[in-house]
């Protein structure tokens, strides 16, 4: 699997982008247990190119993450090219660009799955960021379309290989669908079927045995993996086992690089995922989401034989 010239193993499985959880020191896990790709949490090209330092701090990157991906949106070519070209971008060797995101916040400003709906500025985006981005591939990520009625993946990602991108990722799901219901994944096999360029689709894999399955019945080039991931980045391991050590790992690379007050924030929402689908952790979840400082978070866990619930989650998979 390729995109422009960078080389993936088969099967390609990446970490889907994830706003408020795909922080530096998850996606490095997610690398370690396998993942082909990760890509940054999606970052704002004027947030960019006005210099918002709580932007920035979404770029930091962990120093297993080769070849690496960023996520940009906005609505604006000018902008994207801007960004684009800004030296704090150099390290990415992969530019991608938010066409899914269903967030009021964002559609209004025509930003995210607002451009589905405008094919043209779209590849004026498309077409602004290969401008800028000095030979290194660009990619986008999109839907299905705005609703069950407007369905327009296929065309959509054609005009996008026109203007330039080098792969597309497609989740399967409608704006209007927001995260409910079932991807779906016959219409992702259309839109793969569609252009020349890999498709990377994406939709409720829960496992590298779905992975595989995608990419058989559907002739997609990869996945990539979303909420499977949440609590569970061991999804990209051949052998997945929820490894009691993870969630200790974790922990530990949330303090390389976020202030102890902020990791510890950012921890308590993964612990939270980390130990959803465990039974008799009420009152751990409690003490984790009052605990200020990672020792009080690991004396918690550890207290609570957390990785015994782990274990037992590898039993109820059998
Ligand atoms: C909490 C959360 C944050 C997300 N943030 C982003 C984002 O920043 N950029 C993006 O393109 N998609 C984002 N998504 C969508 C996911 O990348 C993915 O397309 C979606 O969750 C479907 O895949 P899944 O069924 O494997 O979860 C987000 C999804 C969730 C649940």
Redesign the pocket.
């Given at each position: 699997m390729k995109i422009g010239s960078i080389t993936f193993a088969d099967p390609f499985v990446s970490l889907?982008?994830?706003?408020?959880?795909?922080d530096t020191a998850f996606r490095r896990i997610c690398r370690e247990y396998g993942a082909s790709l990760t890509v940054t949490?999606?970052v704002s090209v004027k947030g960019l190119v006005y210099g918002n330092e709580k932007t920035e701090t979404l770029l930091s990157l962990a120093p297993n993450e080769s070849p690496s991906c960023v996520?940009l949106f906005g609505s604006d070519p000018e902008y994207f090219y801007k960004a684009v070209k800004l030296p704090q971008l150099n390290k990415f060797d992969i530019i991608d660009i938010?066409m899914?995101?269903p967030v009021p916040k964002v559609t209004k400003c025509g930003e995210g799955s607002a451009l589905m709906s405008n094919p043209s500025l779209a590849a004026d985006i498309v077409r602004a960021c290969v401008d800028a981005a000095n030979g290194r591939p660009v990619t986008v990520?999109h839907r299905l379309g705005q609703n069950g009625d407007s369905i327009n993946s296929a065309e959509f990602a054609k005009t996008m290989q026109k203007a330039g991108a080098a792969a597309i990722t497609v989740?399967g799901?409608t704006v209007k669908q927001g995260?409910g219901g079932s991807?779906a994944w016959d219409e992702i096999g259309k839109t793969a079927k569609a252009v020349d360029i890999p498709v990377i689709g994406?939709?409720?894999?829960l496992s590298i045995a779905d992975a595989k399955a995608a990419i058989k019945n559907y002739g997609v080039a990869g996945v990539?993996?979303?909420?499977?991931a949440l609590g569970h980045p061991e999804v990209f391991a051949e052998q997945d086992k929820h490894m009691p050590e993870t969630l200790l790992k974790h922990i530990e690379y949330a303090l390389l690089y976020l202030p102890e007050r902020v990791a510890v924030r950012t921890m308590r929402k993964h612990l939270c995922k980390y130990l959803a689908g465990t039974t008799g952790t009420k009152e751990l979840r409690l003490k984790i989401n009052t605990a200020e400082t990672a020792e009080q978070l690991i004396s918690e866990l550890v207290k609570a034989d957390y990785g015994k619930q782990r274990y037992l989650r590898n039993e109820e998979k059998q």
């Amino acid at each position: 699997m390729k995109i422009g010239s960078i080389t993936f193993a088969d099967p390609f499985v990446s970490l889907a982008p994830l706003a408020g959880y795909g922080d530096t020191a998850f996606r490095r896990i997610c690398r370690e247990y396998g993942a082909s790709l990760t890509v940054t949490e999606m970052v704002s090209v004027k947030g960019l190119v006005y210099g918002n330092e709580k932007t920035e701090t979404l770029l930091s990157l962990a120093p297993n993450e080769s070849p690496s991906c960023v996520q940009l949106f906005g609505s604006d070519p000018e902008y994207f090219y801007k960004a684009v070209k800004l030296p704090q971008l150099n390290k990415f060797d992969i530019i991608d660009i938010n066409m899914g995101c269903p967030v009021p916040k964002v559609t209004k400003c025509g930003e995210g799955s607002a451009l589905m709906s405008n094919p043209s500025l779209a590849a004026d985006i498309v077409r602004a960021c290969v401008d800028a981005a000095n030979g290194r591939p660009v990619t986008v990520k999109h839907r299905l379309g705005q609703n069950g009625d407007s369905i327009n993946s296929a065309e959509f990602a054609k005009t996008m290989q026109k203007a330039g991108a080098a792969a597309i990722t497609v989740h399967g799901r409608t704006v209007k669908q927001g995260y409910g219901g079932s991807a779906a994944w016959d219409e992702i096999g259309k839109t793969a079927k569609a252009v020349d360029i890999p498709v990377i689709g994406n939709g409720d894999i829960l496992s590298i045995a779905d992975a595989k399955a995608a990419i058989k019945n559907y002739g997609v080039a990869g996945v990539a993996i979303g909420r499977g991931a949440l609590g569970h980045p061991e999804v990209f391991a051949e052998q997945d086992k929820h490894m009691p050590e993870t969630l200790l790992k974790h922990i530990e690379y949330a303090l390389l690089y976020l202030p102890e007050r902020v990791a510890v924030r950012t921890m308590r929402k993964h612990l939270c995922k980390y130990l959803a689908g465990t039974t008799g952790t009420k009152e751990l979840r409690l003490k984790i989401n009052t605990a200020e400082t990672a020792e009080q978070l690991i004396s918690e866990l550890v207290k609570a034989d957390y990785g015994k619930q782990r274990y037992l989650r590898n039993e109820e998979k059998q």
